[in-house]
């Protein structure tokens, strides 16, 4: 579950920055079906990714393109490969990737046999788990930190929103 709460965060010469001591990693929202150009950025603690990032468009209901990260380089190397594959799940750390699943259809399915799939996915959850100490099944916990019906705290490509209040957080 989401909570809100208020936290002070680590600032680097005037940007936001995770602070992995607290487990408190940027999480970015990017709008992928329009070019409207709209990215949802926030913060999220209890990842507990230590390095990398993890990004999919498999984000519950919209579907666009989420990623956490411990870097902002990570994180971008995440996103630019979700669009090199036309969609998918991705593991990455050290400015490279590690381990993805594609999913050209929609961002949604791979018109690979289930075989290949399970072989690739298996792969992406050891190349995930190697990033930190993370919660069973990280990639299906980033795709409902999307979802804005859920509380109490979600991120869209609008930005912020809460949920018990039904609005988005300026």
């Known amino acids: 579950a989401t909570k809100k709460r208020m936290e002070k965060v680590k600032v680097v010469d ?4 995770p602070d992995l001591e607290k487990d408190i990693l940027k ?3 990017v709008e992928r079906h329009k070019a409207s150009g709209n990215i949802g950025l926030g913060l999220v603690n209890g990842f507990g990714l230590k390095q990398g990032a993890l990004a999919s468009s498999v984000a519950h209901d919209s579907h666009n393109i989420i990623a956490v990260g411990a870097n902002d ?3 971008l190397k995440a996103i630019e490969e979700i669009e090199r ?4 799940l991705v593991a990455c750390a050290n400015h490279k990737v590690l381990a993805s699943l594609p999913l050209p259809v929609a961002g949604l399915l791979s018109p690979e046999p289930l075989e290949m799939v399970v072989a690739q996915f298996e792969k992406l959850e050891k190349a995930a788990a190697s990033l930190g100490n993370l919660p069973p099944a990280p990639f299906s916990i980033l795709s ?7 509380p109490e705290l979600r991120l869209t490509d609008l930005g912020l929103v809460d949920v018990v209040a039904f ?3 300026k």
Request: glycine share 12%; aromatic share 8%.
């Open 14 to 17: 005037g940007m936001i920055v």
């Open 27 to 29: 999480l970015v929202v």
């Open 73 to 75: 380089f990570d994180i």
């Open 85 to 88: 594959l036309q969609g998918g």
């Open 144 to 150: 409902f930190l999307a979802l804005p019906v859920i």
């Open 167 to 169: 609005k988005l957080i």
